[in-house]
């Protein structure tokens, strides 16, 4: 059974990075006593990163966070996930997105369109596949209500990416007391709102151009300056800034607000480096 308490590692230098660095670097993770390490998806051998991630580790979950729909059909994502299961057991939890429409239209325009309609359409191919993926063996990344409520009914749950505390709480009251629901968390470890924002705010106005994000963000009460400008409340909202137990707290606080896992993303001012240092100052604070 997959484990999912505790904290776990959402990184893309695990899928993205070297890949030897990046076994070696989940076998420490696992040592460190993160329970589930998830990687990101933007087309390409994604299947191939999640084989290594499984076997460097023995019994961390290794998530997708998000498989993108647009980039794989459904018949090879059930013949992958079956193939991954049996050699290395159930670890492999399937986290499944509909990505965004400047990303996906931007190499063919008019492609992204009825975004619930195509995860239920993949849901329904990895339910009648020849190796099917059961609904406990996925979740769905989930920021608005009917994409939640369809996370509560073929699913395991929900993974909602850059998410706030109060979307946690909004979140669950949408789930309901049955589904997991495994927000992710992004951190920085610094001495100062400074170095805070030199690391963070670039990469935050990255997301911010993404609709399925800056709406999200608006129905949860952030106004369009705070998305222009990204205010210091929206900044402190989204990234846990500070030292070891200012990140505790934060995972914390989703944990009250109903999360029953967080998964966090560190960033540092080497984007493509990993972070080996700060998961290890992070290891003790998040699960000791």
């Not at 695990?14 to 660095?21: K, Q, S, T, V």
């Not at 400074?194 to 129905?219: K, V």
């Not at 990140?247 to 606080?253: G, Q």
């Not at 990993?274 to 604070?285: C, D, K, N, Q, V």
Request: a negative charge; glycine letters at 8%.
């Amino acid at each position: 059974m997959k484990n999912l308490a505790g904290a776990g590692i959402w990184s893309t230098q695990l899928r993205h990075g070297d890949p030897g660095e990046a076994a070696e670097a989940a076998a420490e993770l696992e040592e460190l006593g993160f329970t589930a390490l998830w990687i990101p998806d933007v087309g390409g051998p994604v299947f191939e990163a999640v084989e290594r991630l499984l076997s460097a580790t023995r019994q961390a979950t290794i998530a997708t966070g998000i498989l993108n729909l647009w980039m794989h059909t459904a018949e090879e994502t059930a013949a992958s996930y079956a193939s991954l299961t049996a050699a290395h057991g159930d670890r492999f939890l399937l986290g499944i997105g509909v990505s965004h429409a400047p990303l996906i239209d931007s190499t063919e325009p008019g492609r992204y369109r009825r975004p619930l309609a195509a995860m239920s359409a993949f849901l329904d191919g990895l339910d009648t596949a020849e190796q099917p993926v059961r609904p406990s063996d996925r979740v769905l990344a989930a920021l608005g209500p009917k994409m939640l409520e369809l996370a509560k009914e073929r699913s395991r749950g929900a993974h909602p990416y850059l998410v706030t505390v109060d979307h946690t709480r909004r979140a669950r009251e949408a789930l309901g007391a049955g589904p997991l629901l495994l927000p992710e968390q992004t951190a920085i470890l610094c001495s100062n709102r400074d170095e805070a924002r030199a690391i963070g705010t670039d990469w935050l106005r990255g997301y911010l151009s993404l609709p399925n994000y800056a709406n999200n963000l608006l129905r949860l009460g952030f106004s369009q300056e705070d998305l222009e400008t990204v205010s210091d409340r929206l900044f402190d909202a989204l990234i846990a800034w500070g030292d070891e137990e200012a990140v505790k707290r934060r995972v914390d606080e989703h944990r009250a607000a109903g999360a029953d896992h967080v998964t966090v993303q560190v960033l540092t001012d080497d984007p493509k480096g990993f972070p080996r240092e700060e998961w290890r100052r992070l290891g003790p604070a998040l699960n000791g």
